[in-house]
Every structure is written in C-alpha cells, then in structure tokens.
C-alpha cells in the first residue's frame, strides 16, 4: 500500500476540512477527508495550492501530522506573519471548505518501523508536525522501537501537540522540550537555544545506532545535525527536512 | 537573508519533481558530476526563492539541476548531475 503511495503519479485532488482544532497560539491542525487517499508513511507532505478569484496560484509545502491508521489527513498549520497562505489557512478557513493538494510526497524522510534501530526525533517549532504521525504510528502499532523527541519551541504557548506529547511521554517515549525565548514560572525543561551540552545530553548515543530525523527552521537543524555529528553521529543516519 | 537560512532540502523538490518523474525523487541516489558525492536527493540542497528551483551537491555545493515552471510548460537542466539510480 504504502509502496504504492509513493510510486503513482501526482495529480491535484480536492481535500475537504473535516475539523480544526487549536494545536498552539499560532497553529491549527486541519483534518482533511480526502477521497481515495491510498495511504502514506509517517514524514511524507502533501503540497497545497491556492488559487485568487484572479486566477493568481501559489503553494506551499505541509508535512501530514497524523498517522496512517487516522482516517482524516491531518495537517498543522502554523500562521507566518506577513505570510501569503498560513494567515489564511489559519484564520479564513471553515469546517466544510475545500482545498487542491497533491500527495503523499516524499519517501526519503520517512521513518520505517521495520528495523529495531532506536529512532532520534528532533523539531523546531512547527517542524515537529511530521513527527505526529510518527508517535501516533509508533502508538498505532504497538511498536517496541525506543523512541526520543527533541522539541524546540519559543515559549509553552508555542509548543505544538502538548496533550498527545504528554500521552506519548507517558506510554515511554523520551519527550524533551526546550523553550527558548519565554518559560513559565517553575519550568523544568530546558532553556534556550540547543547547544552542544543539550544535544549530548538528551539525544540517544551514537553507540546505539539511531536512525535521526530531523525538522524545522533550517539555521536550527544544521545546527542539531552538527552537534550530532560532533557527538559522533554518521551522516547517512540523520535525515533532514528544512523549512529554510 | 542569508544563503544558509534559504536553504532547503531535495523534500521540498519532491511535488515539483513529480510533475516530470513518475517516481519518488527523493529517494533517487543521485551522484554530483563535479565531486561524485552520492546520496539520494532528499539529501541535497535546495533553493527554491527564487523565479526557478536549484539543487546544489551538500557536499561541493556545485549546481546538479535547475527547475523552472511556466503555466504550459516545464524546463529541466540535468547538467550537473552525472547520474541518477532509480530503484524499484
């Protein structure tokens, strides 16, 4: 099935929103029914495209943040201020609305549960959405992969899928999360931007062989992947997806 | 903004890719004509701000494709790149 989502080719199809749900301060998660949706593995993205009364289109990339097994395709938006298509996928869209999008895109950074390698996640922002699908996943089939998550976001209000993070935390996925710019009193993660000491501390060793994904700002995981490779990391591990 | 902060990666060449490729791009071990750094092109970097799309070795930074789309019409320079593997 899966092999099969990624070989056919893409074509525009229309999507209609099934639900939207507050996932921060500036973010949404769109639930899409789409017809006919194949599947697809957790880290693939669809693309979206908007088009003006004017005929004028743009698109933009969106990495689906839920689980194969969802039977919406679940999409976390967060709003770039001055942005040309997240204020209005955030705060123009309805329940009911339909949007063009082609997809699942993307084999390359997918995380396989076939292999018992560890699997090292790492987000900034909202770069943590593709790995939604990879806890739900990882949930959904009961998987015995030791899974850890490295989480950066600005401040609590920022942070991305808290309750399903907490959920994961709980059934023995290593959360960590750093807020960078503001904590709330009493806040016993970490603090500030990710520096050598963080990543040593709070991602699995390179001794245990993890397969590493990486996702968010560009300047934030080239600078996670140079601190792995420090660690002694091998390129080929770590995979990457920029937002630049 | 700088030429680091624009850069993106092979995935987000993928659905422009699919317009011309009837595979996945991004899991294509592409070799750079310039070093011969192999890897699949979800590996490689991308700019995408500008009118086209480039793709640059990670490694040499030398350019292995430009994309450029028109309503109607699709342009590819492969110059760069010595060889693509499309598995199965």
């Known amino acids: 099935m899966a092999r099969a989502a990624i070989r056919r080719r893409l074509t525009w199809r229309i999507a209609t929103v099934a639900t939207i749900t507050r996932e921060s301060d500036t973010a949404r998660r769109l639930a899409l029914r789409i017809d006919d949706w194949d599947g697809h593995l957790p880290g693939q993205h669809v693309d979206v495209r908007l088009t003006a009364p004017d005929g004028y289109q743009t698109q933009r990339s969106y990495s689906i943040a839920s689980a194969p097994e969802t039977p919406t395709v679940d999409l976390v938006v967060q709003r770039v201020p001055g942005g040309e298509v997240s204020p209005y996928l955030v705060d123009e869209l309805r329940v009911g609305d339909e949007l063009e999008l082609r997809g699942p895109i993307g084999g390359y950074f997918v995380w396989h549960p076939d292999t018992d390698s560890p699997l090292q996640l790492a987000a900034g922002g909202s770069g943590v959405a593709p790995f939604l699908a990879v806890l739900d996943h990882h949930a959904a089939i009961r998987s015995s992969v030791p899974v850890r998550l490295l989480y950066s976001a600005r401040s609590l209000g920022d942070v991305i899928g808290r309750d399903r993070l907490d959920g994961h935390a709980g059934r023995g996925v290593s959360v960590t999360i750093a807020l960078t710019r503001e904590q709330p009193p009493g806040w016993r993660g970490l603090r500030g931007r990710m520096d050598a000491e963080a990543i040593r501390e709070h991602t699995t060793p390179a001794d245990a062989l993890p397969r590493v994904l990486l996702c968010g700002p560009t300047s934030f995981v080239e600078a996670v992947a140079d601190g792995l490779v420090a660690e002694g990391h091998p390129t080929t591990a770590i995979k990457i997806e920029r937002f630049g | ?88």
Not at chain 2, 2 to 25: C, H, I, P, Q, Y
Not at chain 2, 35 to 41: K, Y
Not at chain 2, 59 to 81: F, N
């Open chain 2, 1 to 88: 903004m700088t030429t680091e902060s624009r850069r993106l990666d092979g995935n987000a060449a993928a659905g422009r890719l699919a317009d011309v490729f009837v595979f996945d791009a991004t899991v294509v071990r592409t070799r750079c004509g310039t070093c011969g750094t192999s890897a699949p092109l979800g590996h490689y970097h991308v700019y995408a701000d500008g009118p086209g799309m480039v793709v640059r070795c990670p490694t040499c930074e030398k350019m292995i494709m430009r994309l450029a789309q028109t309503p109607g019409h699709t342009w590819l320079d492969m110059g760069g790149a010595a060889t693509l593997d499309i598995g199965e």
